[in-house]
């Protein structure tokens, strides 16, 4: 870069050591009096035709335009903060009712374990008075069953030892004394 800027720079010496021109006049004046009386013309028509008005309108239709776009700006900044604070109390109220749910929850089985106990030992108390009752039930049936197995086995003593004690003879006199005895 610093090899091209002196090339350019040489070139530029070379070239205005070269030759020197006149500067062309019209009417004695020179390039730099029409580039100023045409500057001004320009200017003149400018301000005639209301250029300077028009920019400025423009730049004012700019700036209204930028306020409209910054109004809408703080509006949506605005909804956004509500939208996010209705959130926030959304967020607030779920976790409240989660806690409510998980604590009814809680206490809801734990009444549900209490009953649970509550019924299993109303249950082993009626299987433990139902096995008392069949207990019971059953010793009478083995007392009942063996008086009977006794009695039967003493009538059958005794119907062996009348038998074999009493003849024809003495159950005569037994008849006969049982109808005496009517």
Do not use: C
């Not at 700019?62 to 956004?80: D, P, T, Y």
């Amino acid at each position: 870069m610093a090899d091209l800027l002196s090339i350019l720079a040489a070139a530029a010496g070379h070239a205005g050591e070269a030759h020197e021109a006149a500067e062309p006049t019209v009417a004695g004046f020179g390039a730099g009096w029409f580039v100023a009386l045409s500057m001004t013309v320009l200017i003149l028509v400018m301000l005639w035709k209301k250029v300077p008005g028009a920019i400025t309108s423009g730049l004012d239709k700019g700036i209204a335009e930028i306020r409209h776009q910054l109004e809408e700006a703080k509006a949506l900044r605005a909804e956004a903060e509500a939208l996010r604070k209705e959130y926030a109390d959304k967020i607030a109220n779920a976790e409240r009712e989660a806690a409510e749910m998980l604590e009814h929850a809680r206490s809801e089985a734990a009444h549900i374990v209490d009953k649970a106990k509550a019924d299993t030992t109303d249950l082993i108390a009626r299987r433990e008075k139902m096995a008392g009752e069949k207990i019971a039930a059953a010793e009478l049936a083995a007392v009942q069953d063996l008086r009977a197995k006794a009695a039967d086995a003493a009538a059958r003593a005794a119907g062996a030892l009348i038998k074999g004690k009493h003849d024809a003879s003495a159950d005569k006199a037994l008849v006969d004394q049982a109808i005496s005895g009517l």
